[in-house]
């Protein structure tokens, strides 16, 4: 029992040691974090309203069915950095608005939010005598017969040139109504004739798609999560994605006809090659080596890590119903509700609460009570280093579940030593004391704390759905986790502690237990 709980306690120790490195200094960086991440109301964000466009013939549900659909996928991208409390309405019949706390570059900000996040696989486009197809090809040619006018809004002619970041950029796309053929750019302008003899060469690809006609596109991911690959040139970040059982199917019927059974060995050719295309720039061109996939891909190309990670989470989380108009309506960026000052006399009231707690627990406890101080420091240090590392975002209301989980770990205690204070009259020995009153107390610890859990998961959910509310979603996950570590501290720090006790001398002293007799 001994050894076992000096094992325990050596452990108690490293996490301790952990958190502390963690948080001291408290804003440095550690593990890739930065400081503790505070809200809105303390330190300030990014305020975005946007605009979103419809077609003529939307109905009020249509627009409202897409304005809510937008309104999940916005948050569905920045819940995947982090609960850091966004605050995303539905201003009106056609307005979105958006508050990222902690935000100091609007243009970030703005990337996060305005990316349609649309993915689509397309193939060089080849003429009926089997030929690729280039911009010169229809510039040139007095014949575009073969042109479907169904299909001419899918093609684009992408730069065979790198750009400066080594990755192709789109330079033309083919339109064509009554006029006759159009070329325009990316934002829908004009192409004037000096750019369409840069990229007369440029290659034109098309929507890929299955044998019965159906496009391939993001909407049949099932997941996307970043990755590393190895190479002779060492380890590049990548894309591993997987498709739903639709996407399989889809996939393996191009992946069929693009197969090139030369493998590695064979010239590079736009011919054996699949365009990937995220909101209509391409992102990677690779060759089909194999005839079939089971349902996995990777996407590779001029990846950063942190890029990589961006471009699985927009995968993820779907491409937007609606295109926002931009630049957005309003934005600024926003000072705190309650300002620096708030934010240092909250942590004074919350460093003067924990002495308060820690000299009424000493002076009425005594040795247990001391003991349970050091496992309220465990557990302050231990839930703001989940809070940073996770992380989190600590507002007004997210500091209010912290403070609270605290009096529930105080609580705690205050039961399991009531009932070894009932033990150790009975004239049980310190350690038939501890165990017995750990036993006995347990259920009503469990008790409590199960209710409130089910109370976090509520309020989570209110705050999540029902009302939208940052501040009340905050306070749930803070309280729930504050919650989750005060079990933790209260009956196995504190009780691994007095463990420590057993045997001594001070064990057979009543007054270290707040008790007036006991067995010697």
């Known amino acids: 029992m001994a050894r076992r709980n000096g094992l325990v306690f050596v452990i108690i120790l490293v996490i301790f040691v952990f958190t502390l490195w963690v948080l001291l200094p408290i804003k440095g960086e550690r593990l890739g974090r930065t400081g503790l991440r505070l809200g809105l109301d303390l330190v300030g964000g990014v305020h975005l309203v946007y605009q979103a466009q419809f077609s003529e013939n939307a109905t009020a549900a249509d627009k409202s069915a897409a304005v809510g659909r937008a309104l999940i996928t916005i948050e569905k991208r920045i819940d995947t950095y982090g609960v850091i409390e966004p605050i995303i309405q539905k201003l009106g019949e056609d307005r979105i608005l958006v508050q990222l706390p902690g935000y100091t570059d609007i243009d970030a900000a703005k990337k996060l939010v305005e990316q349609t996040g649309f993915l689509e696989f397309r193939e060089v486009e080849k003429s009926p005598a089997g030929q690729l197809v280039y911009l010169s090809s229809y510039l040139e040619s007095t014949n575009n017969d073969f042109i479907n006018p169904k299909e001419a809004g899918n093609r684009v002619f992408v730069n065979t040139e790198p750009d400066e970041k080594g990755t192709s950029r789109p330079a033309v796309f083919l339109t064509k109504d009554e006029s006759g053929l159009k070329y325009t750019d990316i934002e829908g302008n004009t192409v004037d004739n000096v750019t369409l003899q840069q990229y007369s060469r440029a290659p034109a690809w098309v929507v890929s798609r299955g044998d019965d006609g159906t496009p ?109 108009k931009k630049p957005p309506l309003y934005q600024e960026k926003v000072s705190a509700t309650l300002g620096a000052e708030f934010v240092n006399n909250s942590w004074k009231a919350g460093l003067i609460g924990l002495a308060l707690v820690m000299l009424f627990m000493i002076a009425y406890y005594r040795l247990p009570g001391l003991l349970a101080s050091l496992a309220l420091i465990f557990y302050g240090t231990l839930t703001l280093a989940i809070c940073k590392l996770w992380p989190i975002t600590l507002s007004l209301g997210g500091i209010g579940g912290v403070i609270i989980s605290m009096g529930i770990a105080v609580d705690a205690n205050v039961l399991i030593f009531e009932r070894m204070k009932e033990e150790f009259r009975a ?84 007054w270290l237990f707040s008790v007036t007799g006991g067995k010697k």
């Open 216 to 324: 391939l596109t993001g909407d049949l991911l099932s997941d996307a999560q970043p990755g590393i690959s190895d190479t002779l040139t060492g380890a590049r970040p990548e894309v591993n994605i997987k498709w739903n059982a639709r996407g399989t199917v889809l996939f393996d019927q191009i992946a069929a006809r693009l197969y090139n059974p030369g493998g590695q060995a064979a010239a590079y050719s736009l011919d054996h090659v699949l365009g990937i295309f995220l909101d209509n720039a391409l992102i990677s061109d690779p060759q089909i080596l194999a005839q079939k996939f089971q349902g996995t891909g990777v996407i590779s190309g001029s990846f950063t890590t942190d890029s990589a990670s961006e471009l699985a989470n927009l995968l993820k989380s779907g491409s937007l119903p609606v295109q926002l």
């Open 427 to 510: 004239g049980r020995t310190l350690g038939a004391a501890i165990e017995a009153g750990f036993h006995r107390a347990w259920t009503a610890i469990w008790d409590s704390n199960v209710t409130t859990f089910i109370a976090c998961i509520i309020l989570y959910w209110l705050g999540s759905s029902a009302m939208h509310n940052a501040a009340v979603t905050g306070f749930a996950v803070t309280l729930f986790i504050g919650a989750v570590v005060s079990m933790f501290t209260a009956v196995l720090v504190t009780r691994t502690l007095l463990r420590l006790f057993i045997g001594s001398s001070m064990s057979s002293n009543p």
